[in-house]
Antibody, heavy 121, light 110 residues
Framework: EVQLVQSRAEVKKSGESLRISCEASGYRFTSYWINWVRQMPGKGLEWMGKIDPSDSYTKYSPSFQGHVTISADRSITTAYLQLSSLKASDTAMYYCARRGSGAYYNSLDYWGQGTLVTVSS | QSVLTQSPSASGTPGQRVTISCSGD????????VNWYQQLPGTAPKLLIY???QRPSGVPDRFSGSKSGTSASLAISGLQSEDEADYYCASWDDNLSGVLFGGGTRLTVL
């Protein structure tokens, strides 16, 4: 069974940094891109970026470039999202999601449960 | 384009058929397939329709998708109370080299 299990909720202060994890199981980790999606309170979904775990190639949305870093550790089948210099506006739910293959190629076919990040000033 | 265009809300009564639309342009929907995601309250999004009109295993056939040109639609027939959720369309975007989501449609079952 494919599963993406994310780290627990975090409460941080402005200016701090944070790393969220997404542990994958039930499939070959290096064969599927992992994407990160942000959802601010009461708002829609925003694509942040993606990583190819086979070689750690990354691609970021211009909206998030420079503020986030996506990485992966193949040895423990885990992807990470690092947020730096946190601001109150970073308060959101963050999801990891797997990009499918074959007919599912352009879809996000499995999602993590989400990690709620709260940033206080 | 920063986001695909969806109506913010839709509603229907149990048993009715409702349609949710999604509009894009040539760099996204016009060139790539459309996917739909369902987000029930307090949960993570779930893939509902992929490749314009395909249902993943386990998704009831009450849900159907279609695409024409730079627009797509999600239809829900035999509306049920458990269908009350937010629905997002999404497509690959050439300019972004990533996923472009619609703004979401909140479906209310009256």
């Amino acid at each position: 069974e494919v599963q993406l299990v994310q780290s627990r909720a975090e409460v941080k202060k402005s200016g701090e940094s944070l790393r969220i994890s997404c542990e994958a199981s039930g499939y070959r980790f290096t064969s599927y891109w992992i994407n990160w999606v942000r959802q601010m309170p009461g708002k829609g979904l925003e694509w942040m970026g993606k990583i190819d775990p086979s070689d750690s190639y990354t691609k970021y949305s211009p909206s998030f470039q420079g503020h986030v870093t996506i990485s992966a550790d193949r040895s423990i089948t885990t992807a990470y999202l690092q947020l730096s210099s946190l601001k109150a506006s970073d308060t959101a739910m963050y999801y990891c999601a797997r990009r499918g293959s074959g007919a599912y190629y352009n879809s996000l076919d499995y999602w993590g449960q989400g990690t709620l990040v709260t940033v206080s000033s | 384009q920063s986001v695909l265009t969806q109506s913010p809300s839709a509603s229907g009564t149990p048993g009715q058929r409702v349609t949710i639309s999604c509009s894009g342009d040539s760099s996204d929907i016009g060139s790539h397939s459309v996917n739909w995601y369902q987000q029930l309250p307090g949960t993570a999004p779930k893939l509902l329709i992929y490749s314009n009109d395909q249902r993943p295993s386990g998704v009831p056939d009450r849900f159907s998708g279609s695409k024409s040109g730079t627009s797509a639609s999600l239809a829900i027939s035999g509306l049920q109370s458990e269908d009350e959720a937010d629905y997002y369309c999404a497509s690959w975007d050439d300019n972004l080299s990533g996923v472009l989501f619609g703004g979401g449609t909140r479906l209310t079952v009256l």
